[in-house]
């Protein structure tokens, strides 16, 4: 009497679609073993694809086959499709369970395969699946694509995103606070520049961001934050970006200004997130001996601590950080808006923001302008690509550049056109006196201030790194703002007509007054 192993094997999309079930299987073949007097020697049951022959039980039946050789003549099951969706594997498999001894079979598609002919139906029976499955996987992968390109996210939703399903049964993806609002700070920090990429993931971990580093960075660059979807390249189509359904965190120009800083078009000072207390210059110092960086730390002492601003290297320079922090705050005060022109900076102040509908014109006319020539360059490649004068890998290049320089002035002029909150004049002017009236109280507010403040403070003053030398002699170099505050304060303080002033600085070609003939020096 033969012996035979029944394999039934049922996957959960073919049980909810076909209606398919283990118990169903197992029926059929036992009555067809009970009624050929087969021997049951073993029942395996597998929930897995066929795409692959790499499932559990098969595996283990195969190995167990390999050790056990003779002690089962035939693997039964109902179908071909139970055994295998891919022609090639399955034939492979076939000669295997064949030099094994073991004769696999379909009992409602039974086959002699010893006669050459129905070899020819065998293939039949084993490509039927594997085609069904890969016109199954194209249509999904056609409509996954066009519902792409009409702005809907298909896969789960990214950080700061949740998957929801409408009152039309159709789902899409929310923003889910409070990694919404982190995300937003996110491309903020990013987009100033202020801080490494690092440092934004680490600042982000600490206010609730769970994301790994390396997914960290496929977030930054996913357009999907400013309300983009991306349809990728597939044959002759090139990769687009679609607007897409869902609500945007950041704004499109925040974006691509975060993606220039990530590519490395944009340098600004950075530094570190955390600091001491003690040492909210930590970063900003750079070694007079070496040039490298001045690191911060605090010293035990014998009833206290002492913090100093020190290299990491052996060169020795150190300074104790009470004495730079107080030549900062004297170097701070050189800065102080004049109280003479309070009133001046408020009036240029209001008439610049009354003139801002002008300037928002005009912006809109210069981006205008840009973007039409960007468009012509662009037509003008496509011309020389196709007069083959160009080949396709400069094409490439030019296409990507104006696309990406396209974006940008699209979404700037989007922001333009957008109107902006107007507050009333005695709104306004309340705020223009209070942000002047801090012009002229630096040094106070940063003694006052928490260090992430002071640190942005000094961030914004200076745009590159200084010595504590550069301090104590006053040859920082200062953002723009601050040194037109320091050249108004500098005219404020010359000397008026009619006062005594020091005459070594003016030119030996000029005459003097005195005896006549004048007479000029050598």
Request: net charge positive; charged share 25%; with cysteine.
């Amino acid at each position: 009497m033969k012996a035979a192993d029944l394999y039934i094997r049922v996957s959960t999309d073919e049980q909810a679609d076909k209606g398919y079930s283990q118990r169903s299987q197992e029926e059929i073949l036992r009555k067809y073993c009970e009624f050929n007097q087969i021997t049951i020697r073993k029942v395996i049951y597998e929930d897995h694809s066929a795409k692959t022959f790499q499932r559990p039980e098969w595996m283990k039946l195969l190995t167990y086959l390999k050790k056990h050789k003779h002690q089962s003549e035939l693997i039964l099951f109902t179908k071909w499709d139970r055994f295998s969706r891919n022609a090639p594997d399955a034939y492979q498999m076939i000669n295997t369970l064949r030099s094994l001894g073991v004769e696999p079979q379909a009992i409602e598609q039974p086959l002699d395969t010893s006669i050459p002919e129905n070899k020819m139906m065998l293939a039949i029976y084993l490509t039927a699946p594997e085609i069904e499955n890969d016109r199954r996987a194209l249509n999904v992968f056609h409509g996954m694509r066009r519902a792409r390109k009409e702005g809907r996210w298909m896969t789960g939703a990214p950080i700061g995103y949740a998957n929801k399903t409408g009152d039309n049964g159709r789902k899409q993806i929310v923003p889910q606070e409070p990694q919404a609002s982190i995300m937003k700070g996110v491309f903020k920090d990013i987009a100033e520049g202020i801080f490494t990429v690092e440092q934004v993931w680490k600042k982000a971990l600490r206010l609730g961001l769970k994301c790994s580093k390396t997914n960290f960075w496929l977030l930054i660059r996913n357009p999907v934050y400013c309300g983009k979807v991306v349809v990728p390249k597939y044959r002759d189509e090139e990769e687009q970006l679609v607007q897409g359904q869902h609500e945007p965190l950041i704004s499109e120009t925040l974006f691509y200004e975060a993606q220039q800083m990530l590519n490395g078009k944009k340098r600004v000072l950075a530094t570190k997130v955390v600091s001491m207390e003690m040492l909210p210059l930590r970063g900003f110092l750079t070694c007079s001996n070496c040039t490298r960086t001045l690191t911060g730390s605090a010293s035990r002492g014998r009833y206290k601590h002492y913090y100093y601003y020190h290299c990491s290297t052996e060169c020795g320079c150190r300074h104790k950080a009470p004495e730079v922090n107080q030549a900062f705050v004297n170097e701070l005060k050189r800065y102080i808006l004049n109280p003479a022109v309070e009133e001046l900076f408020k009036m240029v102040i209001l008439d610049t923001y009354h003139n801002r509908s002008q300037y928002q014109q005009e912006s809109r006319k210069q981006h205008t302008v840009e973007l039409a020539h960007l468009t012509n360059k662009l037509a003008r490649a496509r011309d020389l690509l196709l007069a083959g004068d160009l080949d396709g890998a400069e094409y490439r290049n030019i296409k990507a550049d104006c696309e990406q320089k396209i974006n940008l002035l699209e979404a700037q002029l989007a922001e333009l056109a957008t109107p902006a909150y107007k507050p009333s004049r005695a709104n306004l002017e309340t705020l223009v006196e209070k942000a002047v009236k801090n012009l002229t109280r630096l040094d106070e507010i940063f003694e006052n201030a928490g260090t992430e403040d002071k640190r942005e403070l000094i961030g914004s003053m200076f745009t590159q790194k200084f010595t504590f030398e550069d301090l104590l002699h006053r040859t920082t170099c200062p953002s723009d703002p601050f040194k037109l505050t320091y050249l108004i304060n500098s005219e404020l303080n010359s000397n008026k007509k009619g006062q005594i002033s020091n005459k070594a600085n003016l030119s030996y070609k000029v005459a003097g007054t005195g005896l006549e003939p004048v007479t000029f020096g050598l």
